[in-house]
């Protein structure tokens, strides 16, 4: 079941006992209050009821917890990862940068692409590899584009919210556990 499936089916779930909960609740002290005549076998029926929608609320909301814990931990991962991702590029370019002004101050020809590049990134750079291509006499090396083999992204990406929601998590069904829950007490 995907994440998001998961989280809603749950908190439906969730809201659907708490508002069983709140009626029994309610049925009991009513007649508490109004002393209407019920009698004790309702009463113990409506508490044996509110205990066993007790109990699944409680199971529901463990599984709920973890559902979303595991919700954050996927986040967490996956936020990381873009951030590694982004830092590599970001050093991968650097390493690029330098190269190329180590290019032009060694008195290189480096395509034009190239240059405009190191001078966006730094002018303060491309400035000091001029000048120092100035100082060097003697035949020029010419080089090809650092940036050539990278290609743009093609298609769309998925947001983060998106890849959590749709990750895959292990849970029973609501209905598994309300059913599993309300077997498990005692019929006393």
């Known amino acids: 079941m995907k994440i998001q499936d998961a989280q809603k089916a749950y908190s439906a779930q969730l809201n659907s006992l708490w508002d069983k909960k709140q009626a029994l609740t309610k049925l009991l002290k009513d007649d508490e209050t109004n002393h209407s005549g019920m009698q004790n076998f309702d009463r113990f029926e409506i508490s044996r009821e509110l205990s066993i929608v007790d109990a699944q609320y409680e199971e529901t909301k463990g599984i709920m917890e973890k559902i979303i814990s595991a919700k954050t931990a996927i986040y967490n991962a996956e936020v990381t990862r873009q951030q590694s991702e982004v830092m590599a590029k970001a050093a991968d370019d650097a390493v690029k940068m330098m190269e190329i002004y180590r290019r032009i101050a060694s008195g290189g020809e480096v395509p034009h692409g190239d240059e405009q590049r190191l001078m966006e990134y730094s002018n ?23 940036f050539e083999d990278e290609e743009p992204q093609k298609g769309e990406t998925k947001s983060v919210d998106e890849i959590v929601g749709e990750a895959e998590i292990a849970v029973p069904t609501p209905e598994k556990v309300a059913s599993a829950v309300a077997t498990e007490l005692p019929t006393e």
């Open 124 to 146: 303060e750079l491309y400035m000091a590899a001029k000048a120092a291509a100035i100082l060097k006499q003697g035949e020029r090396e010419k080089y090809d584009s650092l």
